[in-house]
Every structure is written in C-alpha cells, then in structure tokens.
C-alpha cells in the first residue's frame, strides 16, 4: 500500500492527468511539488496548492517522499532514474487509484490492447448505463481516474488502460480484465516490442480465481498470453474470444449470429447485422468482447437485444461524416499505426486514401494486401514524401502537406472515376507533427469536409 497521507508528493508531468494528480493529492498531502520539462506547461499551473521546482535537481528531488509519474513520461526520464537510485517510491494514477476505490464495493473492468480498446470500453459502459447499472468510465478515455468521483457508493469503473499506465502498475485487481489484441506500437517508448508486451500482460498479474481475463486469442500474442497466463498454478478465469474457432464456455459468432455459450448452452443473441452498424471484422471482436464483459456484469440478453443497437461508434473511428449519391467521408483520425488504417481500408472500396504524420516504427509493406480497393492517396505531414515514395508504384500519390489541400485534391480526383467512392482519412501515424492530438487532427478534417456540404 502506498502511504500518501501527509506527505511530500512530487508530480511529474503537469498535463490532464498531472493536474488531476495535484487535485487528488491536496486533500491528502502535506505539500505537493510538481515538474515538468515544458515551459509552456509549467506557466499554464495556476494551482495554489502545487510548487513548481525542477525535479532534476538532487536536492529538490529529496525533499518529496512520493514520486507521481503521468503517462506519457517515459521510462527512462532522469529524474524517475534518480528517484529510484534514491529510494523514493515511484507511482501512477491506476495503482493511486485501485487503492482509493477499491473498496466499498466497487467493481473494476479494465481494458487494454493495442487497436479496439476504446470501443470496448465504450461499448462496455454503454451496456452498463442501458441496463441500469452504476457504471463509470474513464482512464485513457474521458476522465483520468484520478478525476472520476464514486459518489460514496457502489460502482462498475470501466477503465480503458494504455500501456504507458500499465508500465508501472503493481497493486491493481481487476474483477474482469480484457485484452482486445496485440502487435507493435509505441516502441520508441518502451524501447522494445517485448517491454511494450510485458506492460500489457501487467493488467492480469495479480488476478485470482475470482476474477475473469477476456482475452482475443485470434491475435498471435494474445493466444501467447493466454497460454502463459493459463499455466499460471493462481490465475483467473479466462474466456476466450475467436471468431475463427468455435469454442467452449465463450461468445461466439456462427453463421452471422451471436451465441452465448459461457455455461455451456448455447443460447443465441441475435444476428450481428441486427445488434449493430459498426463497421468491420474487428468491430464484431470487439462486439463479443463487451457482450462477455457485460454478461458477467449482470446484463441479459434481452438487454444486450435492445441496446446494443444504440450504440453509434466513436467519434474519429471508422466515423460516416457525410454521403451523398457519389461519395462518401469517412474521419478515421483515431487511426495512428498502420494495424488500425489497414482494418479500415478493409472496410470500404473506390477508396480515395489520405493519410500520413509521425510515422511509427512499423513497415510500410504491412498494408501491401489491403491497398487494392485504393484508387489514389493525399499525403500530409512529416511522413507524407516517405508515403508517396512507397505507394506511388501501386496507385497515384501526390503529397499535399496538409488536410485541406489533400481534401480539395481528394475531392477532384473523385470526379474521374466511376460509380460511388470513399474518401478515407486514415492517417496509420501519429498526430503530433501538426495538431496537438488525433481529436484535433480529426476535427479539421470534419471542418473541411462540412465546407464541402455547404
């Protein structure tokens, strides 16, 4: 357990969840002093409660007890290196979290993986809030959790979980835990494909047979997961989702239906084209996943029937903005590796392509079997020349900069071809070279598009 109560806390990172930290420890700390290493970021604190010293310095680092990390501070920053050469114990906003709330009742769904998870727990929650029950969201999607108030009763936290959180965490227990899949993203963070595995595979360590583990086992790491967690002599329940084998004690899809079969009678939910509009194979996973999550959290079928039909999507994932008789706008900002953009480009056909941005370290030829529906790509961003150099010998590419002239030239070039098309804008990279993040980045482009309408 971690011991909070008057003491000096240090935070590092003064972003959202920085700042929700400052809120959460001045009830409890005796002094709080913060860092971090923008100078933009440390003007914009106008909270009284905090002292903004710099934490690299040895003597001012000494004067906390308790080192707060925000996501995002990677690893191997100086000042969490020198904070572990001298003892001071190290803390994120899951652990501080679980041991606030963990008690009174609460349960705790938390969902991880690489593509899907925000739609999972969205999904989840919605099922959740339908069916009555006290569900709160948040974590890596609306309110840190430092932020989400339990009213003083008892409550589902669905909490969608990154990697970056995961890194860190020991104390948290999750009643359901969900993995959605697995493959290689943010390495330059965690410095190795397998780092950034391990700091996922950290949201089941410390579950029991008590506990459930959702885990898609159609991803090759995940079914390496879920082996290793199997053979674990203390371990969870797990249910294994697939929808390319039918298996025992599950949701499964057969023939375009959903059956629950977790009791081992096979009781069907209805038809997915009836339960939902959701675009693509992976919205159906992740369609099952949360039928799973849900079921075990109370929800019937006739519930799941009547509500799961209610849910619209996320906004900036897989997102309809405007369709006409010729042409379509799809906003996919959400998309920001090429594992998300090529499920998208799976969707759809006549597709006008715009994508581009901070690249991550993944190879371009993983898309190489999904481009055939692409009739011309608008690049922009700081990978845009590396875009066009690679696809270029597969269909027309031009480099645009930036998202209005990548619209205007889309828009153009939809006018040569035949019958109705698709304007996607997947970016497959990351946003941070032009907006501040792929909310941003995915607002412009709906901006462009609705001068289009008009």
Same mark, same amino acid.
């Given at each position: 357990m971690y011991n909070y109560k008057n003491k000096n806390i240090g935070i590092l990172g003064?972003?959202?969840?920085?700042?929700?930290?400052?809120?959460?420890?001045s009830n409890y700390s005796k002094k709080i002093i913060g860092w971090d290493d923008l100078k933009t970021t440390r003007s914009d604190i106008e909270e009284d409660n905090i002292e903004i010293l710099d934490l690299n310095i040895l003597k001012n680092l000494k004067l906390i007890d308790l080192l707060f990390i925000s996501p995002g501070i990677k690893p191997n920053h100086k000042i969490i290196k020198l904070a572990k050469i001298n003892n001071i114990t190290i803390v994120g906003d899951l652990d501080i979290f679980w041991q606030t709330e963990k008690n009174n009742k609460n349960r705790f769904i938390f969902i991880t993986g690489s593509n899907g998870k925000s739609t999972v727990t969205s999904l989840i929650h919605h099922l959740l809030l339908s069916?009555?029950?006290n569900s709160i969201i948040g974590g890596n999607i609306g309110l840190p959790v430092l932020s989400l108030n339990s009213a003083n009763k008892p409550n589902i936290y669905v909490i969608e979980a990154s990697s970056f959180q995961l890194d860190s965490i020991k104390k948290i227990k999750p009643d359901i835990s969900v993995m959605t899949n697995i493959s290689p993203d943010h390495i330059d963070w965690h410095g190795n494909y397998k780092n950034y595995i391990n700091a996922k595979e950290n949201l089941f360590l410390n579950q029991d047979e008590s506990d459930i583990a959702i885990i898609n086992i159609d991803s090759e790491e995940c079914f390496k997961l879920y082996k290793r967690i199997n053979s674990r002599l203390i371990k969870p329940k797990?249910?294994?989702i697939s929808l390319k084998k039918k298996l025992r004690n599950t949701i499964y899809v057969d023939k375009g +239906? !959903?059956?629950?079969?977790?009791?081992?009678?096979n009781v069907l939910i209805g038809r997915i084209r009836d339960l939902s509009s959701l675009l693509g194979k992976h919205n159906i996973e992740n369609i099952v996943i949360a039928i799973a999550a849900a079921i075990h959290e109370g929800v019937t079928h006739r519930q799941i029937k009547k509500f799961l039909p209610t849910f619209k999507g996320l906004s900036h994932r897989l997102e309809l903005i405007y369709k006409d008789s010729n042409l379509e706008f799809i906003n996919d900002s959400k998309s920001t590796n090429l594992v998300s953009c +090529? !499920?998208?480009l799976n969707c759809f056909k006549n597709i006008i392509w715009i994508a581009g941005g901070i690249r991550k370290k993944d190879?371009?030829?993983?898309?190489?079997?999904?481009i055939s529906s692409i009739k011309a790509a608008f690049f922009i961003g700081e990978s845009a020349g590396e875009f066009e150099s690679y696809f270029r010998k597969f269909f027309y590419c031009k480099n645009t900069i930036n998202i209005k002239y990548a619209l205007?030239?889309?828009?153009k070039y939809s006018k040569k071809l035949k019958g109705h098309s698709t304007i996607l804008f997947s970016p497959a990279c990351a946003s941070y070279d032009q907006f501040k993040n792929y909310e941003e980045r995915g607002k412009i482009f709906v901006e462009q598009v609705n001068k289009y309408k008009n």
């Open positions: 003064l972003g959202v969840t920085g700042r929700s930290a400052i809120n959460f420890f069916a009555k029950k797990i249910i294994k +239906k !959903v059956y629950d079969n977790i009791n081992n009678e +090529k !499920v998208a190879e371009l030829s993983y898309l190489d079997d999904s205007i030239e889309a828009i």
